[in-house]
Nanobody
């Protein structure tokens, strides 16, 4: 099983960035796919999740409005679009997966770094 995030980089404040997470190695029916982030000196925090089959989304309160999670089941890819980027969005962004009836994310990918310059 592999989750591979990409799309990070150095971006200007106010820009929009699309992060991708390619999921491979198993079928994802019944799974929730999530995005997390860890900012420098801070704990990892939940950003958003989406159910693989129905596409039902959940957002952290801090992510509502500027973050959009989506998935493409044909491409086995989960996306996180971040708009109006702020310097405080600077973080390593990770994608993860958990089985629907559990709370723990069991599959994690390496992060992709987003650095927002003011």
């Amino acid at each position: 099983v592999q989750l591979q995030a990409s799309g990070g980089g150095l971006v200007q404040a106010g820009a929009t960035r699309l992060l991708s997470c390619t999921a491979s190695g198993r079928t994802w029916d019944g799974y929730h796919m999530g995005w997390f982030r860890r900012a420098p000196g801070k704990e990892r925090e939940f950003v958003a999740s989406i159910t693989w089959i129905s596409g039902t989304t959940t957002y952290a309160d801090s992510a509502k409005g500027r973050f959009t999670i989506s998935r493409d089941r044909v491409k086995n890819t989960v996306y996180l679009q971040i708009s109006s980027l702020k310097p405080e969005d600077t973080a390593a962004y990770y994608c993860a997966a958990r089985w629907g009836i559990t709370q723990n994310y069991v599959y994690w990918g390496p992060g992709t770094q987003v650095t927002v310059s003011s």
